[in-house]
């Protein structure tokens, strides 16, 4: 096609071939711009789940058993990673039990069961696939608990029980995390089907129908209070009493919602607490996580539980979350057990073992999860498959990191790229112009001496400043980049020579109508706005400049490869990305490796990764680092 522009330019004479190109990019930037428009709003309407079935094509059925598998495969990777990182098997897993819930908790016995004869769903951690396939007419389900009682860790075991028995024709379990979803602005099947991308990196041009999906929504709790009830009216009214699906909440929340006027129940589903930790139980969980040499240690704590069960340090350590972080603070360093005897209330010593856990994990003789000294055996007795050498974090500067964190992504997925927005657009603004500024002002400075340097060099930067404010930060693979800047430059210079060389043209007018080319090619590839946006600001500073005779040819062609680079380098936001790294580093808000950091919380247990995004152990405790720093 650009060829046949060119040989039309050509033909049209020299005394018409500006004119042309003039025409021709007025045409082809509105083309583009209306094209590029709507590519984005339908990708925007895509993200929001708003398309309805514009897009959607129902695959054959071996394509859906095909993804349906590979979804699976994935969902087990991520989860039974996870399960190995909590330990929830090491030595054993804790025996966690639980009650059944009815009305008006629940739904009727009738809609839950066929009959108003109650279901007996009592049990204890690993019955629980069976207690639901075996008396429960349909996989319908709300976990309960106070914070910490393990209801992640709970369906997470019933995730893996499912995938391990699960036939071609089951669903496919995901659990999907609530408090990333804002139901006032983005339907249920959109955030789905984005979370699926995100925490499971499945391909979005290869949707898996929702009814291939058995869908576990973690914390409703986790929602703004606001959110939770029009959140539990939207899963009403999108799925079905036969769409199985299991929801997890702390009870008081989970209480408010259903009682309120606004929301219901969970359609047909049926209801279970899970019970604190007897002192019994406790006390047989930090015998077998301690060496044997030091159980004497543990003397005066076992003689307490067992004179005052319902102590406030037995109603202290009753949450799987306050035990496994007592064995992390006392089983398994050298401090004295003996120290949570003096604490009077239950509240400080959950809180004193929130805040022992980041120094346990990150001392230098911390056997945290994963990350033994090499050879250093579990209580199991098996070696870890995640032995790796301790990176030498301080303890207070990791504390004061994770702090800054939990302050800044709240409950959102925590990602180093989401750092970007740490920097404000102004200052980033400001310095990447700057910087563009100077850079083109001296490259025009050279080719054409100060005035034109100093022109051009402003105009860059002013484009540069205009652009942060407007670009879309998700950033094309490097591939696409690499790929379209170099046919961006080849089809610069192959017109200017064709032009240049077999039309009797003037050098501004073939830079023009090359130049032309080039950024249509670039923006078609690229499918931004903000392209076309600098585009169209460079292409005006060039048109103005072809005007004036004493203009070289050097210092268009110059402008011509300023301009396509500055599209092309602009659009990375790992400039951005960089720029909050050293302005993170610097502040000492966050260390210069940030992805290194969070890997390795990632290995030692303070967080927990799905997909590419990292989230804190637990809720409770990114709530102690916010407050405690």
């Known amino acids: 096609m650009a060829i046949a522009v060119v040989v039309f330019f050509v033909s049209q004479g020299r005394e018409y071939a500006d004119q042309w190109a003039s025409i021709f990019s007025f ?46 495969v994935k969902v087990e990777q991520v989860w039974k990673s996870e399960e190995l990182r909590q330990r929830l098997l090491d030595p054993e897993p804790l025996p966690v039990t639980w009650r059944t819930v009815g009305p008006p908790v629940s739904d009727h016995w009738r809609v839950i069961g066929g009959n108003d004869l109650p279901i007996d769903l009592d049990g204890s951690l690993d019955d629980l696939y069976h207690t639901v396939h075996t008396k429960l007419p349909r996989t319908r389900l709300v976990v309960l608990g106070e914070p910490g009682a393990g209801k992640t860790s709970l369906v997470m075991r019933f995730v893996l029980a499912c995938l391990s028995a699960r036939e071609q024709a089951d669903p496919v379990p995901v659990i999907l995390r609530l408090s990333t979803w804002t139901p006032s602005n983005q339907p249920i099947a959109g955030w789905i089907y984005a979370r699926l991308v995100e925490d499971y990196d499945c391909d979005p041009a290869e949707p898996l129908p929702l009814n291939r999906l058995l869908l576990i929504l973690d914390g409703l709790d986790e929602m703004p209070a606001s959110e939770r009830e029009q959140a539990l009216t939207q899963i009403n009214a999108a799925f079905s009493a036969r769409y199985p699906l299991v929801l997890t909440s702390r009870t008081a929340e989970y209480l408010a919602t259903v009682e309120s006027q606004q929301a219901d129940v969970l359609t047909a589903a049926a209801v279970i607490e899970i019970k604190p930790l007897d002192a019994a139980a406790i006390r047989g969980y930090l015998t077998i996580t301690t060496k044997p040499a030091r159980l004497p240690e543990w003397s005066n704590v076992f003689a307490e539980l067992s004179a005052n069960p319902d102590s406030e340090l037995a109603r202290g350590l009753s949450t799987p979350l306050a035990l496994s972080l007592a064995r992390v603070a006392y089983a398994e360093r050298a401090a004295n057990p003996d120290h949570l005897l003096t604490f009077t209330t239950r509240r400080d010593l959950e809180a004193h073992l929130l805040n022992e856990l980041v120094p346990a994990l990150y001392s230098g003789s911390a056997r945290h999860c994963g990350r033994r000294p090499s050879g250093y055996p579990s209580r199991s007795g ?23 964190l939990a302050r800044y992504f709240g409950r959102r997925g925590i990602s180093s790229l989401g750092l970007i927005d740490v920097v404000p657009p102004s200052i980033y603004g400001m310095v990447l112009g700057l910087l563009s500024g100077l850079c083109a002002g001296t490259a025009f400075d050279i080719a054409a001496g100060p005035a034109t340097g100093a022109l051009l060099g402003t105009a860059m930067a002013m484009a540069t400043f205009v652009y942060v404010f407007v670009q879309d930060r998700r950033e094309p693979p490097p591939s696409s980049q690499i790929t379209s800047w170099t046919a961006t430059s080849a089809l610069f210079a192959f017109v200017l020579g064709l032009l240049t060389m077999g039309a009797d043209l003037r050098a501004d007018q073939a830079v023009v109508i090359a130049l032309g080319a080039a950024l249509w090619l670039q923006v078609t590839l690229s499918r931004g706005l903000t392209a076309v946006q600098v585009g169209l600001l460079d292409m005006a500073v060039v048109h103005t400049a072809v005007t004036r005779p004493s203009v070289s040819p050097y210092t268009l062609t110059l402008a011509a490869l300023v301009t396509i680079l500055a599209v092309s380098v602009l659009s990375a936001s790992r ?23 969070l890997e390795d919380g990632y290995q030692r247990g303070v967080l927990r990764r799905v997909g590419d995004l990292y989230y804190f152990r637990h809720d409770l405790l990114r709530q102690q680092l916010t407050h405690k720093e």
């Not at 990708?43 to 789940?49: E, L």
């Not at 695959?59 to 349906?68: E, I, K, L, S």
């Open 27 to 72: 045409v082809v930037t509105t083309l583009i711009a209306s094209a590029a428009t709507i590519g984005w709003l339908r990708q925007r309407a895509k993200r929001k789940g708003d398309l309805g079935t514009l897009d959607v094509a129902e695959p054959g059925a071996d394509a859906v058993a095909a993804r349906a598998k590979r979804l699976a």
């Open 382 to 404: 098996r070696s870890s498959a995640y032995e790796q050498p301790n990176l030498a974090w301080r303890s207070d500067a990791a504390h004061h990191w994770l702090s800054f």
């Open 575 to 597: 400039l951005h990305f960089f720029l909050a790294r050293a302005m993170l580093a610097a502040s000492g808000r966050l260390p210069w490796r940030v992805a290194t950091f």
